[in-house]
C-alpha cells in the first residue's frame, strides 16, 4: 500500500517523532497509557504470566500420569490441578492472547489509523482483564476449585466443596474485557479506516479480528449470564440447574456451549488471520483468493453460532436435533478447508523463505489440519458416542486450541517483533523452537487419540498399566513441548539488547505497519496515509508496491534489515 498521505497531519515536534517506547518514561506512563500500542505490551506481558501458571498446572498433570497410580497428586488435587489449567489457559491466555496483543498493536496500524477508537476503554479491558485473573490466582492461594473449566452443574452450583464462586467471578469479570475489546475493534475498523481504505483493501488479519470481535460482542453476554445463574443457584438455592430444585442441568450446557463453542473461533480465527500473513509474506506474492479467505472469516463466526449441540450428543437431547447439529458441525468445516486450500494456493510458486514465522505457520496449518480431520469425526454421532469424555476429545481440542493458537503466536511474535521492538532476533533459533513445539506437541497429544480411542476416560488419573507407555509417552512430548516454549523467552529477550537494530520492512512485506518506522512513533504516523493500492500487492520495490492491476511477477526479496 501507498505511502500517499492526505492533509489530516500533527505537527511534526520531537516528541511526536519518537518511538512509542520512549515517549514516556517510568511505571506511571506505562500503567496509565492510552497508546494502544503500550496496551498491546501490557496484555503481552500479562498472557505470558498466565501462560506460564497454566502451563505449570499442565506439567503437575503430565508429571502425575507418569504412573497408573496416584503417586503425585490425590484426587482432589488432580481436579484442582486440571481445573487451574484450563480456566487459566483458556480465559487468560488462549482467548486474549492474539487479539488483545496483536490486535490491539497491529490494527490501528494496518488501516492507517493513530489509536484505537476509545483509548481510554481499552486502557480499562486491560485493568478488567488483570483483575479476573487476580482473583483467578487468589482462588488459587485459598485452595483452588474442582470443577474443571466447564463449570458443570449441579456439581458446581451445589456439590462443589472448591472456591467455585470466585472462579465464576473470575471468569465473569474477564468477560467484560472481551466484550469492550471486541466493541473498540469493530468500531475501530468502521469509523477509523484511512482515506482508499475501502473493506476489499483491508488486510485479511483485520478481517478475521473482525469476525472475532463479533463474536465478543454477541457470545461473551451469554457466558456472563449463565454463570451469574450459577451463582444464584450456589448462593441462594434457586432452581435453575439442579433437579432436585426443579432445574434443568441441560439448560446449563445450552448455554454453556452456545457461548463455548464460537469461543473456539475466537481462539483460532485470529490465528488464522495471523498465518495468512505470514504465508502471503513468505511467499511474496499475492494472497490467493481474497475474498474467500475474508468471506470465510465471516461464514465461521455466523455458522459457529450453530453447532453447539454436538458437545450433547449423549446428553439425551432429541435424536433429529443432534443429526442437525451434527451436519452443522460438518458444514462450519468447509470455510477452514477453504482457508487451506487457499494458503497452499498462495505458496504454489512462490519463492519461499524458510524463516521462523514461516515454519511456525507451517506448524499451525499441520497441526490445524490434524484437529480439523478429527472434528470432523467427533461430528459424527456413531464416532462421538463411542469417544465422548475420552482423552481423544482431550487431544482434539488441544490440537485446535493449543496447537493451532499457540503456534499462530509465536509466528505473530516473531513475525512482528522487529516492528515492536525494533530490534531482529536470531532466526536460527526461532526454526529450532518451531521444531521442538511441532514435534513435541504431536508427541505429546497424538498419543492421547490413541488412548481416547481405547477406552481412556479424561479428567482420570487412575488407570490401567497397559495405558502407562502411551501416558509416558506424551509426558515425554510435554518436556519437549516445554523447551520449545521457553526457548523464544530467553533469545527474545536477548535480542531487546543485542539484536540488530530492524529496518521499516524487515521481511519485504506489504501493508501500511511496515511503512512507519521499527519501533512505529508513538501517534503512528505523522500524516494519515492515502491508500490507492490492493491489499498485498508484490513485489515490494524501495518505492513501495506495485500499483493496483499491475504485474505480479515474483521478483527478488528485499535483503532483510
Same mark, same amino acid.
Given at each position: 500500500?501507498?505511502?500517499?498521505?492526505?492533509?489530516?497531519?500533527?505537527?511534526?515536534?520531537?516528541?511526536?517523532r519518537a518511538s512509542y517506547l520512549n515517549a514516556g518514561h517510568g511505571l506511571r506512563s506505562w500503567l496509565l497509557t492510552t497508546d494502544h500500542k503500550r496496551i498491546a505490551l501490557l496484555y503481552l506481558v500479562s498472557v505470558t504470566f498466565f501462560f506460564a501458571v497454566g502451563g !505449570?498446572?499442565?506439567?503437575?498433570?503430565?508429571?502425575?500420569?507418569?504412573?497408573?497410580?496416584?503417586?503425585?497428586? %490425590?484426587?482432589?488435587?488432580?481436579?484442582?490441578?486440571?481445573? *487451574?489449567?484450563?480456566?487459566?489457559?483458556?480465559?487468560?491466555?488462549?482467548?486474549?492472547?492474539?487479539?488483545? $496483543?496483536?490486535?490491539?498493536?497491529?490494527?490501528?496500524? @494496518?488501516?492507517?489509523?493513530?489509536?484505537?477508537?476509545?483509548?481510554?476503554?481499552?486502557?480499562?479491558? =486491560?485493568?478488567?482483564?488483570?483483575?479476573?485473573?487476580?482473583? %483467578?490466582?487468589?482462588?488459587?492461594? @485459598?485452595?483452588?476449585?474442582?470443577?474443571? =473449566?466447564?463449570?458443570?452443574?449441579?456439581?458446581?452450583? %451445589?456439590? !462443589?466443596?472448591?472456591?467455585?464462586?470466585?472462579?465464576?467471578?473470575?471468569?465473569? &469479570?474477564?468477560?467484560?474485557?472481551?466484550?469492550?475489546?471486541?466493541?473498540?475493534?469493530?468500531?475501530?475498523?468502521?469509523?477509523?479506516?484511512?482515506?482508499?481504505?475501502?473493506?476489499?483493501?483491508?488486510?485479511?488479519?483485520?478481517?478475521?479480528?473482525? /469476525?472475532?470481535?463479533?463474536?465478543?460482542?454477541?457470545?461473551?453476554?451469554?457466558?456472563?449470564?449463565?454463570?451469574?445463574?450459577?451463582?444464584?443457584?450456589?448462593?441462594?438455592?434457586?432452581?435453575?440447574?439442579?433437579?432436585? *430444585?426443579?432445574?434443568?442441568?441441560?439448560?446449563?450446557?445450552?448455554?454453556?456451549?452456545?457461548?463455548?463453542?464460537?469461543?473456539?473461533?475466537?481462539?483460532?480465527?485470529?490465528?488464522?488471520? $495471523? $498465518?495468512?500473513? *505470514?504465508? %502471503?509474506?513468505?511467499?511474496?506474492?499475492?494472497?490467493?483468493?481474497?475474498?474467500?479467505?475474508?468471506?470465510?472469516?465471516?461464514?465461521?463466526?455466523?455458522?459457529?453460532?450453530?453447532?453447539?449441540?454436538?458437545?450433547?450428543?449423549?446428553?439425551?437431547?432429541?435424536?433429529?436435533?443432534?443429526?442437525?447439529?451434527?451436519?452443522?458441525?460438518? &458444514?462450519?468445516?468447509?470455510?477452514?478447508?477453504?482457508?487451506?486450500?487457499?494458503?497452499?494456493?498462495?505458496?504454489?510458486?512462490?519463492?519461499?523463505?524458510?524463516?521462523?514465522?514461516?515454519?511456525?505457520? @507451517?506448524?499451525?496449518?499441520?497441526?490445524?489440519?490434524?484437529?480439523?480431520?478429527?472434528?470432523? +469425526?467427533?461430528?459424527?454421532?456413531?464416532?462421538?458416542?463411542?469417544?465422548?469424555?475420552?482423552?481423544?476429545?482431550?487431544?482434539?481440542?488441544?490440537?485446535? +486450541?493449543?496447537?493451532?493458537?499457540?503456534?499462530?503466536?509465536?509466528?505473530?511474535?516473531? #513475525?512482528?517483533?522487529?516492528?515492536?521492538?525494533?530490534?531482529?532476533?536470531?532466526?536460527?533459533?526461532?526454526?529450532?523452537? /518451531?521444531?521442538?513445539?511441532?514435534?513435541?506437541?504431536?508427541?505429546?497429544?497424538?498419543?492421547?487419540?490413541?488412548?481416547?480411542?481405547?477406552?481412556?476416560?479424561?479428567? #482420570?488419573?487412575?488407570?490401567?498399566?497397559?495405558?502407562?507407555?502411551?501416558?509416558?509417552?506424551?509426558?515425554?512430548?510435554?518436556?519437549?513441548?516445554?523447551?520449545?516454549?521457553? *526457548?523464544?523467552?530467553?533469545?527474545?529477550? =536477548?535480542?531487546?539488547?543485542?539484536?540488530?537494530?530492524?529496518?521499516?520492512?524487515?521481511?519485504?512485506?506489504?501493508?501500511?505497519? =511496515?511503512?512507519?518506522?521499527?519501533?512505529?512513533?508513538?501517534?503512528?504516523?505523522?500524516?494519515?496515509?492515502?491508500?490507492?493500492?490492493?491489499?498485498?500487492?508484490?513485489?515490494?520495490?524501495?518505492?513501495?508496491?506495485?500499483?493496483?492491476?499491475?504485474?505480479?511477477?515474483?521478483?527478488?526479496?528485499?535483503?532483510?534489515?
Open positions: 500500500m501507498n505511502a500517499r498521505t492526505s492533509q489530516d497531519a500533527i505537527p511534526d515536534t520531537a516528541e511526536e !505449570s498446572a499442565a506439567s503437575l498433570i503430565r508429571l502425575d500420569l507418569l504412573t497408573p497410580q496416584a503417586d503425585l497428586l %490425590t484426587n482432589d488435587g488432580y481436579n484442582r490441578a486440571f481445573s *487451574l489449567h484450563g480456566i487459566v489457559m483458556v480465559w487468560f491466555f488462549l482467548i486474549p492472547s492474539i487479539p488483545n $496483543v496483536f490486535g490491539n498493536f497491529l490494527i490501528p496500524l @494496518m488501516i492507517g489509523a493513530r489509536d484505537l477508537a476509545f483509548p481510554r476503554l481499552n486502557l480499562a479491558s =486491560w485493568y478488567i482483564f488483570m483483575a479476573g485473573g487476580l482473583i %483467578t490466582l487468589g482462588i488459587v492461594v @485459598m485452595g483452588g476449585v474442582d470443577t474443571g =473449566w466447564t463449570f458443570y452443574t449441579p456439581f458446581s452450583s %451445589t456439590y !462443589s466443596n472448591g472456591y467455585v464462586l470466585g472462579a465464576l467471578a473470575a471468569v465473569f &469479570v474477564s468477560g467484560f474485557s472481551s466484550i469492550l475489546t471486541g466493541l473498540n475493534f469493530i468500531v475501530t475498523v468502521h469509523k477509523l479506516r484511512a482515506p482508499g481504505m475501502t473493506w476489499g483493501r483491508l488486510p485479511l488479519f483485520v478481517w478475521s479480528h473482525y /469476525a472475532t470481535s463479533v463474536i465478543f460482542v454477541l457470545a461473551t453476554p451469554v457466558l456472563s449470564i449463565t454463570l451469574v445463574l450459577v451463582a444464584l443457584e450456589r448462593i441462594f438455592g434457586v432452581g435453575i440447574f439442579d433437579p432436585k *430444585l426443579g432445574g434443568d442441568p441441560l439448560l446449563f450446557q445450552h448455554l454453556f456451549w452456545f457461548y463455548s463453542h464460537p469461543a473456539v473461533y475466537i481462539m483460532v480465527l485470529p490465528a488464522m488471520g $495471523v $498465518v495468512t500473513e *505470514l504465508i %502471503t509474506a513468505a511467499a511474496h506474492k499475492r494472497v490467493f483468493g481474497y475474498w474467500f479467505i475474508a468471506g470465510s472469516s465471516i461464514a465461521i463466526a455466523v455458522i459457529g453460532f450453530m453447532v453447539w449441540g454436538h458437545h450433547m450428543f449423549v446428553s439425551g437431547q432429541s435424536p433429529y436435533a443432534s443429526t442437525i447439529f451434527s451436519f452443522l458441525s460438518v &458444514v462450519v468445516a468447509v470455510p477452514s478447508a477453504i482457508k487451506v486450500y487457499n494458503w497452499a494456493a498462495t505458496l504454489h510458486k512462490g519463492e519461499i523463505l524458510l524463516d521462523g514465522p514461516f515454519l511456525f505457520a @507451517m506448524g499451525f496449518i499441520g497441526l490445524f489440519v490434524v484437529g480439523g480431520l478429527t472434528g470432523l +469425526m467427533l461430528a459424527m454421532l456413531a464416532i462421538d458416542v463411542h469417544v465422548h469424555d475420552t482423552m481423544f476429545v482431550v487431544a482434539h481440542f488441544h490440537y485446535i +486450541m493449543v496447537g493451532g493458537t499457540v503456534s499462530a503466536f509465536f509466528g505473530a511474535l516473531h #513475525y512482528w517483533w522487529p516492528k515492536i521492538t525494533g530490534r531482529l532476533s536470531n532466526d536460527t533459533w526461532a526454526r529450532v523452537s /518451531a521444531l521442538a513445539i511441532f514435534v513435541g506437541f504431536n508427541l505429546t497429544f497424538f498419543p492421547q487419540f490413541m488412548l481416547g480411542y481405547e477406552g481412556m476416560p479424561r479428567r #482420570y488419573h487412575v488407570y490401567p498399566p497397559e495405558f502407562q507407555v502411551l501416558q509416558v509417552m506424551s509426558s515425554l512430548g510435554a518436556s519437549v513441548l516445554a523447551v520449545g516454549y521457553v *526457548l523464544p523467552l530467553v533469545y527474545l529477550s =536477548w535480542s531487546l539488547r543485542y539484536g540488530k537494530p530492524a529496518g521499516p520492512n524487515p521481511w519485504g512485506a506489504t501493508g501500511l505497519e =511496515w511503512s512507519v518506522p521499527s519501533p512505529p512513533p508513538k501517534h503512528n504516523f505523522d500524516q494519515i496515509p492515502w491508500v490507492d493500492t490492493a491489499p498485498y500487492c508484490y513485489p515490494v520495490t524501495p518505492d513501495g508496491p506495485a500499483p493496483e492491476g499491475g504485474d505480479s511477477k515474483q521478483k527478488e526479496r528485499m535483503e532483510h534489515g
